[in-house]
């Protein structure tokens, strides 16, 4: 008797755990339909793996990104890919194409888009200096090496943000072909050409680009780049921020632009994309890029509340916009700004819980943003 009262007990918690595991976990036809509805676009934005983290990336897209609904992975490259076209620019613990391809491989079964992004324009240094084309191309820098620490390019705390030279002759036949060959090793007709903070364009001390209008030439950068992927059958991917005035917003400096560059708005082209980031608060900014005719995602990062926010921000703008501005609201993006090691050992609990953080970590807005979207 006592056998069968606990194998009914089971099979009573089972009944009721089963459907929200498969809500969750088990992305069947009507389920991905359900979403592919509310959110066409739910991506994963996160540093290409290291080498040696390769294998545990690719269990991570098996068994978490996929059965959550994720069928977008935007992976930020930078310069760690064994390149042919330009073995100048391989930075340290570069993958190899066979690793990239392995990831693909795990992507493709789980119908997830796998999605480049380098940085172009800015974000060529860091805390940490130069990055690597501005060390082996010093002369694509957009201020003159003697001008380096001028108090201008410095948005806070004396973290120097070097851009290259959008005017410089050669910067793009470089570029170009990384780019090129990234999206053919990830066979993707997508590229995220990064673009945010920006800070150091159109400086007094550039031989080519003093005295002319940041905004103007932020949007010339961004149509080249754009008018050089359509040549190949490819679309634009890029960040936000520039493009927002942060002074009539009010935003930070780093989420919105204090140079001028937000005029660059209405000179873009309207087939390019915009990955709306916001951290902290979720602003609805996603909506002006819409009624400027753009398509836009909205990124949340580490803050779990915002992030779940932020989904329900898009789906309600899906569904009380007028049918013309619908499909200009994309989905969501989630970003994470460690390395993949950091996130997957946050991820899987491997890391000490920080009690100045609490559960403001990126893989905890991850969980819980994706919680929200499975029980829509």
Excluded at 138 to 152: I, L, V
Excluded at 220 to 227: A, D, F, K, S
Aim: glycine share 6%; hydrophobic share 40%; aromatic share 10%.
């Amino acid at each position: 008797m006592k056998t069968f009262i606990k194998v009914m007990i089971l099979l009573l918690v089972m009944a009721f755990a089963i459907p929200n595991y498969l809500s969750a976990n088990n992305l069947n036809e009507p389920n991905r339909a359900k979403m592919d509805s509310l959110l066409p676009i739910r991506g994963f934005c996160i540093a290409l793996p290291t080498p040696d983290r390769v294998d545990e990336f690719v269990r991570f897209i098996d068994t978490e990104l996929a059965p959550r609904g994720v069928n977008t992975l935007v992976l930020r490259v930078e310069y760690k890919y064994k390149w042919k076209s330009r073995p100048e620019l391989i930075d340290t613990l570069a993958l190899s194409k066979r690793e990239v391809k392995k990831i693909l491989k795990m992507c493709r079964k789980h119908d997830i888009k796998m999605i480049p992004l380098i940085d172009l324009l800015g974000h060529q240094s860091g805390r940490n200096g130069l990055g690597k084309l501005l060390k082996v191309y010093p002369q694509f820098e957009e201020t003159p090496m003697e001008f380096g620490n001028d108090p201008a390019r410095l948005p806070m705390n004396g973290f120097n943000m070097r851009s290259y030279c959008p005017n410089h002759p050669d910067v793009h036949n470089v570029v170009f072909d990384v780019v090129d060959e990234i999206c053919e090793v990830f066979e993707s007709d997508i590229f995220h050409a990064g673009m945010d903070e920006v800070f150091d364009i159109g400086n007094d001390k550039c031989p080519r680009c003093a005295g002319k209008d940041k905004a103007e030439l932020f949007a010339g950068e961004v149509t080249t780049i754009r008018n050089h992927l359509a040549s190949k059958g490819r679309k634009m991917w890029m960040w936000g921020d520039r493009l927002l005035d942060g002074r009539t917003i009010g935003l930070g400096r780093w989420e919105g632009s204090y140079n001028n560059t937000h005029r660059a708005i209405d000179m873009i082209p309207k087939d390019v994309t915009i990955c709306d980031w916001h951290y902290e608060r979720a602003d609805l900014t996603a909506a002006l890029f819409a009624m400027k005719g753009l398509d836009v995602m909205t990124c949340p990062f580490r803050n779990p509340r915002t992030a779940v926010m932020q989904a329900e921000d898009m789906v309600r703008f899906r569904q009380n916009s007028a049918k013309v501005m619908i499909e200009r609201f994309r989905g969501v993006l989630h970003t994470v700004w460690s390395s993949t090691g950091v996130f997957l050992d946050g991820f899987y609990g491997r890391t000490p819980v920080d009690q100045n953080t609490g559960d403001r970590t990126p893989w905890e807005a991850f969980r819980r943003m994706y919680d929200r979207i499975a029980a829509f």
